[in-house]
């Protein structure tokens, strides 16, 4: 079963706007970790938030989590259109099992 | 250094046959994980190995689909008897720990005809 789902499914803005997705989890969690995929390659690690921390920065992507919520989110400012793919969330279920949600397709338009 | 190679890239098979798929993990990465991707979708677990414990295959689909590790580094997945419904991208990712990041090979595109 999944452990996360982002929100929301699809995305699309202007170029240098800025960009907001959503994971909700269900079981508590020691880390959360971002991904992005661009299409027809495999998945990059973007950026790790442990279950300690609130907010993450790493250039211009910002990561928030609320453990009380079960959710995170993820911000890109300024987007380019480099940035146009699809992003994911995933969470450790069980003993070492990482499970990814759906994804939100990001499109960012010149 | 090398990332996760997979191989082949793409594959294309006739319904009823068998397909392996291939991992080459980066070296020194003790977790492999395999997953599946159907078209627009996310990602399916399906199984995962940890140095030399018990495999986790609780995400295998079927008992057409097998996969194994040999000498905790190389990993072939298995498909047998092939069917439509098994036409997907087959990702690869390995990691020195489970707690940190994966790194994914560019995955096996299989297409069952």
């Known amino acids: 079963s999944q452990q996360g789902e982002e929100d929301p499914q699809a995305l699309s803005i202007q170029e240098g706007e800025n960009a907001t997705m959503n994971c909700s989890y269900k079981t508590s969690i020691n880390n959360l970790q971002w991904y992005r995929q661009n299409s027809g390659r495999g998945l990059v690690h973007l950026i790790l938030?442990?279950?300690?921390?609130r907010e993450k920065h790493s250039g211009r992507l910002r990561v928030t989590l609320d453990t009380s919520k079960k959710s995170s989110s993820l911000l890109i400012t300024a987007s380019r259109a480099a940035d146009t793919a699809s992003y994911f969330c995933?969470?450790?279920?069980?003993?070492?099992?990482?499970?990814f949600g759906q994804g939100t397709r990001l499109t960012i338009n010149p | 250094g090398a990332g996760v190679s997979q191989s082949p890239s793409n594959k294309v098979t006739e319904k009823g046959k068998d397909v392996e798929l291939r991992c080459d993990p980066i070296?020194?990465?003790?977790?492999l994980y395999w997953y599946r991707q159907s078209l627009g979708q996310g990602l399916e677990f399906l199984i995962y190995f940890q140095g030399n414990s018990a495999p986790d295959k609780s995400g295998l689909p079927s008992d057409r689909f097998s996969a194994e590790r040999t000498g905790g580094s190389v990993s072939t997945l298995t498909i047998q008897r092939t069917q439509q419904e098994d036409s997907a991208v087959y990702l690869c990712?390995?990691?020195?720990?489970?707690?940190?990041?994966?790194?994914f090979g560019n995955g096996t595109r299989l297409t069952v005809t």
């Open positions: 070296s020194g990465h003790t977790a």
């Open positions: 938030i442990r279950s300690n921390e």
């Open positions: 990712a390995s990691t020195r720990d489970g707690n940190l990041p994966l790194h």
């Open positions: 995933a969470q450790i279920q069980g003993a070492q099992k990482l499970v």
